[in-house]
């Protein structure tokens, strides 16, 4: 069974970039697509994006123009990076590896415990 | 961007009833609706897929039901364990978008 961890900075200052990891064990990530979901506190999800295994993207629009997805094979890794960061960013991120349909993603079926990232100076 | 609805956002229950909780999205997305548990400071878990398709390990007494618009999560006789936040999720175009959630919460 797959399993997903998420590691990074817990407190970024405003205006920084977020950069966190999510390392996979007990498969492959060569074969599947892989996502990032966030929570702000209280409140709902939020999908951020995902990366497919050849590499390709997909992004939230509402967050597109800082966001950035990308797989490290080698490692077994993908990585999440949020530019221009605010308070309202803080949440706890989520990785997800996710099903695929066609060409499309589909339902996020094992997801990483989270990690909180706080934004404040 | 297709918007979901759940209904109720929350939901008084007891151990034993059956629950209903209603998923609409804002345009047909076929059968591609999945729900999702979350308990208080836990990850998502995936309950079930495409609308129907119960995910390996989970409890016969959830099911899912719906296509196009409309569709339903059903707990035949809740648990203690069932008390929960549930979210549905449309994947059928991006971005991909979850419902507000509906919080489950003992009667």
């Known amino acids: 069974q797959v399993q997903l961890q998420e590691s990074g900075p817990g407190l970024v200052k405003p205006s920084e970039t977020l950069s966190l990891t999510c390392t996979v064990s007990?498969?492959?990530?060569?074969?599947?697509?892989w996502s990032w979901i966030r929570q702000p506190p209280g409140k709902g999800l939020e999908w951020i994006g995902y990366?497919?295994?050849?590499?390709?993207?997909n992004y939230n629009p509402s967050l597109k123009s800082r966001v950035t997805i990308s797989l490290d094979t080698s490692k077994n890794q993908f990585s999440l990076k949020l530019g221009s960061v605010t308070a309202a960013d803080t949440a706890v991120y989520y990785c997800?590896?996710?099903?695929?349909?066609?060409?499309?993603?589909?339902?996020?079926?094992?997801w990483g415990q989270g990690t909180t990232v706080t934004v404040s100076s | 961007d297709i918007q979901m609805t759940q209904s109720p956002s929350s939901l008084s229950a007891s151990v034993g009833d059956r629950v209903t909780i209603t998923c609409r999205a804002s345009?047909?997305?076929?059968?591609?609706l999945h729900w999702y548990q979350q308990r208080p400071g836990k990850a998502p878990k995936l309950l079930i897929h495409?609308?129907?398709s119960l995910e390996s390990g989970v409890p016969s007494r959830f099911s899912g039901s719906g296509s196009g618009t409309d569709f339903t999560l059903t707990i035949s006789s809740l648990q203690p364990e069932d008390f929960a936040t549930y979210y549905c999720?449309?994947?059928?175009?991006?971005?991909?978008?979850f419902g507000q959630g509906t919080k489950l919460e003992i009667k």
């Open positions: 007990g498969g492959s990530i060569s074969h599947y697509y």
């Open positions: 990366v497919s295994y050849s590499g390709s993207t």
């Open positions: 999720q449309q994947s059928y175009s991006t971005p991909v978008t």
């Open positions: 495409v609308a129907s």
């Open positions: 345009q047909s997305i076929s059968s591609y």
């Open positions: 997800a590896s996710t099903m695929i349909r066609g060409v499309k993603a589909d339902a996020m079926d094992v």
